[in-house]
């Protein structure tokens, strides 16, 4: 017989351990998938993990991970303070989306002027934008107390239709002969977010996500607000017994999350994406949420969880186009490394003890 | 005479506890057998066990000479055994006789059933209309129903969890006199308590558990309160001390403070008012539920109330949050260890930085000072003799007495002004409590002011120099605690607010 115990303690072990623990056992799980589809195993698990950072184009997909990651990165920090203080901001795409409008907008309105200050001014605009988004629910939130949840979640249709409206009105490139879609930012340099480092992938949303992590590892253990946060997430009472202000944090964790969501947008419309376009948005600020729980919540773990996932999109789609492995194949391996990281979680805060119930 | 209830070597052990080591004892038919220990000595797993509702790892129950091994509750219930829990398993939107019926194999018609809950509340001296629907009674009313519940049955033997915790002094002498009448009819009572006083006024025999053991038995009229103490404790209680030192000095002063709950099943404060001095004691009681929490988060910040209402050391202080009352020198400490004084998944110093920021300089442009935090936590664990492998324990690692003594000391040694502390000593071994009550008055002697809330009437007596009561809500005015009388007590308890009449 197995019996779960729980232990008096998280331990401190097996939180470090359970993520490769789940990424092991996701290979062996996902191998045998791929051999019951009559694939390789080994050449298989090799492609997605293994090849896009060692192989032969690994100098292509290196960056290629670097601009899947960033986003995700940037987007899943804002959201994992809110999230460790019970504060469940879902509409991250849609903060994105508008973050990205009000950043391309004010980009588009200085055309074609060429000076330093164009592509700060947009940075501004467009974390502003993500903020002001995300104090819609903030604001119904403390004022008439409604969920966040559905409220935020809701917003991003809205931001999705307000996007197809600016790429055919408002935002489109008055010489594009009516095609939807604004102006594309490579055909303006002072406003174009190019790489940093030409051929590294690293352009600035990569640097923000960067930053972003270290400014939440300080705020998380040495900021008496990251204290409060943690605090207002485990024992509300106590929060409130210790003196945090419900409606301030409610306010901060929404406001920071939108506005670093906003920057990805910001960062994304200008870079590898281009233009504001109806298809613009491809669901980073949902799959934030994954990563910034496969994180932990955890500023690093984010980062890992970050690379983590953006290595599986690529490897999946080079598997799939190398070896021929169905789409589906890909996302069903996807999820079963969600499944084991969750599953194997259960070892963080409990003992498995073999044999026939007799007590400690 | 065979005995009516016989327990050899019960032995239950949990992942973790042995929570009932080798257990004997016997109950004599008409007999009332207290079951005396302090919380987790294994009271509740033993009458788990009788009660067919936890299965023993080893030994053997004899009901009547006869082996007794109920599966389950109906299986003891068939064989004669009732039990009263502490808890209530009521309907409140139900009357008293469909809460009654709901409990039953076979009820009968309603209205045969509601003559006969009549007749046997009459005959027991527990007044009960089975037409009242259960939410409008007091807790007291609530139990009545549980035991005619129990009566119902003709039970051999009734097991009763800590009756009286729920009840005020009046309510207790009319259980008593219930359970004397049982007793005298040939019914065995099996009775669960921490209360020396009552065992000592209504047991015929005690059996005393400690960590699971069986420490003695004893007869608790022979014994006094102390020795059975004692044995329950296993080591010498020390008795605090106090000499009162009121000046004339307020520091808190509550006007007409009126504040709604925030909870929907609270009960919102109605003109309350009071003062305390410096280096007085002031002792609130009142059963659970009367306002108790409502009072504490007043006090403490967490709520607001209008202005004027909170007058500390002369300044308004009504409209302020937790933390500026810190820093004026009011602390608090809610009732609810974890989750409410303490964050249960953090560590000690984690909760060291929970209430001490202000008065113990904790931050610094914001950023946190983890070594002083660290520092401020150890003198706290070492200062009032926490048992704990450090400062970097989760606090909910800690057992119920050793994380209150931490809580309380933690507000003792930010040296408050006024401290308010609400059931300082609940769940908490009587070798903490007595620490944790000497602490207080030490605090006092030195010249602060304290409010203890609690529903501890003994301990209340112990260390109030003035005692008031909470009654739905309102409280009455403060008289000396000294010379107060059980049935003067209870009335200010009950709600009666004008106390000279009585005095």
């Known amino acids: ?360 | 005479m065979t005995a009516l209830l016989e327990l050899n070597g019960l032995t239950k052990a949990y992942p973790g506890v042995v929570a009932n080591d080798d257990v004997s004892l016997v109950i004599q038919p008409g007999e009332v057998h207290a079951l005396l220990g302090e919380n987790g000595a294994g009271k509740s797993t033993l009458v788990k066990m009788i009660y067919g509702l936890v299965k023993p790892d080893s030994g053997e129950m004899r009901l009547r000479g006869e082996r007794f091994t109920p599966a389950e509750p109906r299986a003891a219930r068939a064989a004669g055994v009732a039990m009263v829990f502490q808890h209530f398993s009521l309907f409140e939107a139900l009357d008293v006789a469909e809460n009654i019926a709901l409990g039953m194999e076979n009820p009968p018609k309603m209205r045969d059933l509601a003559a006969e809950i009549t007749r046997v509340s009459n005959a027991y001296g527990l007044p009960l209309d089975p037409a009242r629907l259960v939410g409008d009674l007091s807790a007291g009313e609530r139990q009545r129903v549980e035991i005619i519940r129990c009566l119902l049955q003709n039970p051999k033997l009734l097991i009763m969890d800590e009756p009286t915790s729920v009840l005020t002094p009046q309510e207790v002498e009319i259980l008593f006199q219930t359970l004397e009448k049982l007793r005298s009819e040939g019914t065995s009572i099996l009775y669960i308590s921490h209360k020396l006083e009552e065992i000592r006024r209504l047991c015929d025999a005690a059996t005393i558990l400690r960590l699971g053991k069986n420490v003695g038995t004893c007869d608790p009229r022979q014994e006094t309160a102390r020795a059975m103490a004692e044995m329950m404790v296993g080591q010498v209680l020390h008795v605090p001390e106090r000499t009162p030192h009121a000046t004339a000095e307020v520091a808190l002063e509550l006007r007409n403070l009126s504040v709604k709950s925030p909870s929907a099943f609270g009960t919102s404060l109605k003109d309350v008012s009071l003062t305390v001095q410096k280096g007085e004691v002031l002792g609130i009681g009142g059963v659970a539920g009367n306002g108790q929490d409502e009072l504490t988060a007043a006090l403490s910040g967490e709520v607001l109330a209008g202005p004027g209402q909170i007058m500390f050391d002369g300044a308004d202080v009504a409209g302020l949050g937790p933390n500026a009352r810190r820093a004026l020198g009011l602390l608090a400490a809610p009732e609810e260890r974890l989750g409410h004084a303490a964050a249960p998944d953090m560590s000690l110093t984690e909760n060291a930085v929970l209430t001490g920021t202000v008065r113990k300089s904790l931050t610094k442009n914001g950023f946190l000072n983890w070594a002083g935090a660290r520092s401020f936590a150890e003198e706290v664990i070492k200062g009032f003799d926490v048992r704990t492998p450090g400062a970097h324990t989760a606090a909910r690692a800690l057992s119920g007495g050793n994380l209150q003594k931490y809580v309380i000391g933690r507000e003792i040694l930010q040296k408050p002004e006024l401290l308010v502390v609400n059931q300082p000593t609940w769940g908490v071994d009587a070798a903490a409590a007595a620490a944790i009550r000497q602490a207080l008055l030490d605090l006092a002697a030195e010249g602060a002011a304290i409010v203890v809330i609690s529903q501890d009437l003994d301990e209340l007596m112990e260390i109030s120099d003035r005692f008031a009561a909470l009654n739905e809500g309102r409280l009455t005015k403060p008289v000396p605690a000294k010379g107060l009388t059980v049935d003067q007590i209870g009335l200010m308890m009950g709600g009666a607010h004008d106390m000279e009449a009585a005095s």
């Not at chain 1, 019951?36 to 050449?43: E, F, M, R, S, T």
């Not at chain 1, 994992?80 to 994105?96: D, K, T, V």
């Not at chain 1, 988004?133 to 903030?138: C, D, E, L, S, V």
């Not at chain 1, 955890?298 to 070896?323: D, F, K, R």
Request: glycine share 12%; proline share 5%.
């Open chain 1, 1 to 360: 017989m197995i019996r779960l115990e729980k232990r008096p303690e998280p331990s401190k072990l097996w939180s470090w351990a359970t993520p490769p623990l789940a990424v092991i056992l996701t290979m062996i799980a996902g191998g045998l998938m791929f051999a019951a589809l009559g694939k390789d195993p080994v050449a298989a698990i090799r492609t997605i993990f293994w090849d896009p950072i060692f192989g032969e184009f690994a100098f292509y997909y290196r960056g290629q991970l670097l601009v899947k990651a960033g986003p995700l990165i940037l987007i899943a920090i804002g959201l994992s303070l809110g999230f460790r203080a019970g504060i469940w901001n879902i509409g991250a795409e849609g903060q994105y989306i508008i973050g990205a409008i009000c950043g391309a907008a004010v980009g588009l309105a200085f055309y074609p002027w060429e000076s330093f200050i164009v592509f700060p001014l947009m940075v501004i605009a467009g974390a502003i934008g993500g903020l002001l988004w995300a104090m819609i629910p903030g604001l119904l939130k403390v004022k008439f107390n409604t969920n966040e949840i559905l409220v935020s979640l809701l917003l991003v249709y809205v931001a999705e239709f307000i996007l197809a409206s600016m790429a055919l009105g408002a935002l489109r490139n008055p010489d594009g002969s009516g095609f939807p879609g604004s102006r594309n930012f490579r055909s303006y340099p002072a406003a174009f977010n190019d790489e940093i480092i030409a051929g590294t992938g690293m352009h600035w949303g990569v640097a923000a996500a960067f930053i972003a992590v270290i400014f939440a590892y300080v705020l998380l253990a040495r900021h008496q607000l990251g204290f409060q946060i943690k605090l207002a997430g485990q024992a509300p009472r106590a929060a409130r017994f210790g003196g945090v202000n419900p409606v301030r944090l409610v306010l901060f964790c929404l406001g920071i999350s939108g506005a670093l969501a906003g920057l990805a947008g910001l960062f994304e419309v200008t870079g590898p994406a281009g233009q504001i376009n109806i298809d613009f948005n491809v669901g980073y600020g949902f799959t934030a949420i994954i990563v910034a729980f496969l994180g932990r919540l955890h500023p690093v773990g984010i980062l890992l969880a970050g690379l983590l996932l953006a290595l599986t999109y690529i490897g999946g789609e080079a598997a799939q186009s190398a070896l021929g492995l169905p789409a589906a194949a890909i996302q069903a391996f996807q999820g079963m490394l969600l499944f084991f990281l969750l599953a194997v979680d259960v070892l963080t805060n409990f003992r498995v003890r073999f044999g026939a119930g007799e007590a400690a």
